[in-house]
């Protein structure tokens, strides 16, 4: 699959309801690593950080179509859920990548509806997916992207794993390079 970039920054701005700093990421890309496990990459505005997670092959597909923007006959599961939205008036304000416990992420689709915002629990692959469709912005909590997140160097390539602090998880380091998104030769 091809990489894909797009609009991003760093954001500061107030959180809601006991969440901590959030950063803004974009949909650097998406891959199959050699053990043939879907990864979808954010990277972070500075593009000093990119962050790697592992998705189910459906979600993958989902995200991709909308990245390339094809558009199906019949809606798809993420296109239905866009469509009901709009339909009982509601609006997704954001997606945010909330935690990572146990090797899993979370997510929150933020919604909007008659000026009450609702927090609707996700997985992050689901997320963004929805996310796309809305045109909504992609948020990672900072603890998040302080525990996973990939810094890069100078040139923008991910860094040697010899060159990452420990509190990068080796797992991560090795999705990308076996996603080839590292320098090591």
Same mark, same amino acid.
């Given at each position: 699959m091809e990489g894909y970039g797009g609009r991003y920054r760093i954001v500061s701005v107030p959180p809601p309801r006991g969440e901590h700093a959030v950063v803004e990421m974009t949909v650097e890309a998406i891959f199959v690593d050699q053990g043939e496990r879907f990864i979808v990459v954010l990277r972070d505005d500075s593009q000093t950080k990119v962050l790697p997670i592992i998705v189910g092959q459906f979600e993958a597909k989902a995200i991709d179509v909308e990245l390339r923007r094809r558009k199906h006959v019949r809606p798809q599961?993420?296109?239905l859920l866009r469509n009901a939205l709009t339909e009982i008036g509601a609006q997704v304000r954001r997606i945010v990548v909330t935690d990572l416990r146990d090797e899993t992420y979370y997510a929150i689709i933020d919604v909007v509806r008659n000026g009450i915002a609702h927090q609707i629990d996700a997985r992050p692959s689901d997320a963004i997916a929805l996310a796309l469709r809305c045109r909504a912005p992609i948020f990672v909590d900072?603890?998040?992207v302080d525990a996973a997140a990939l810094p890069r160097d100078? #040139?923008? #390539?991910?860094q040697h794993p010899e060159q990452v602090g420990p509190d990068v998880d080796r797992k991560f380091r090795d999705i990308l390079s076996d996603a080839g998104l590292d320098d090591v030769g």
């Open positions: 599961t993420h296109d900072q603890k998040v100078a #040139s923008g #390539s991910p």
